[in-house]
């Protein structure tokens, strides 16, 4: 273009901070089925994508906060300031190194260096989410990897169209409602079947399960069948491929 501004793409940021973009480039474009059924929502409701505090929670301490945010109904955010209040009455997850913290509090100084700034997890969330790409062009994903962060019984409605059309205007969306319930040593997976159609909508769904843990599970069973998994310190992963339960023993 021959201007200044090529200057401020990554690639002209150096050893440090060019590894941080791709972080983040990389987390963007893996969130993105959790992103556009959040801007389907937003269509739907009104309630937008980015969501000042106050417009969901009624703690005082966060009345007039302009440094934090919530970023759909899962994720917790806050930008240019080295602090996060963390609301009453929901379990909060670290992303960056997975340590639970209960609401009702106020942190300092926990952002690691190769990171912007806060990211924190709701309890009970339900991420779908899919292999980071170059590219955001629209059709329909076939294998969806969720992400799960389980507390207590909590439900998820994973919303999709074609994502090209104006079609949505005529109801033409599809919903899937995911279902993870947690207690006892035991937590429950469940996909229901999806709900509408669009264009392009294949009738091929396979998903991928990682759920944040503590400890090791004794065993993992995908509908009647007791399935392989892994295990890396935080997280469980296994395949369901298009089985629509998933029962986890820890």
């Not at 700034?117 to 339900?126: D, E, M, N, T």
């Amino acid at each position: 273009l021959n201007s200044w501004y090529g200057f401020s793409h990554p690639w002209w940021a150096g050893e440090e901070m060019e590894p941080i973009f791709e972080y983040y480039d990389k987390l963007r474009y893996r969130i993105l089925p959790y992103i556009y059924s959040t801007a389907i929502t937003a269509n739907m409701t009104g309630l937008p994508v980015c969501r000042a505090m106050p417009l969901v929670y009624e703690d005082d301490a966060l009345q007039n906060c302009i440094t934090q945010y919530m970023f759909g109904e899962n994720f917790l955010v806050a930008a240019f300031t080295d602090e996060i209040t963390l609301p009453a009455g929901h379990t909060w997850i670290d992303y960056w190194t997975g340590k639970v913290y209960e609401g009702g509090q106020t942190l300092k100084g926990g952002v690691p260096e190769n990171r912007g700034g806060y990211l924190f997890v709701k309890g009970g969330a339900i991420i779908p989410t899919d292999e980071p790409r170059q590219h955001t062009t629209p059709g329909d994903t076939k294998h969806i990897i969720l992400e799960m962060y389980p507390n207590g019984a909590s439900y998820y409605d994973f919303y999709e169209d074609d994502g090209e059309t104006l079609e949505f205007k005529d109801g033409k969306r599809a919903c899937t409602r995911i279902s993870m319930v947690e207690g006892d040593g035991i937590c429950n997976i469940g996909i229901g079947d999806r709900e509408g159609e669009f264009k392009g909508m294949t009738d091929e769904r396979v998903y991928s399960v990682r759920v944040f843990a503590s400890a090791k599970p004794q065993s993992v069973t995908v509908g009647e069948t007791a399935v392989d998994f892994t295990f890396d310190g935080q997280f469980v992963s296994f395949d369901m491929g298009a089985e629509k339960e998933a029962t986890i023993v820890f």
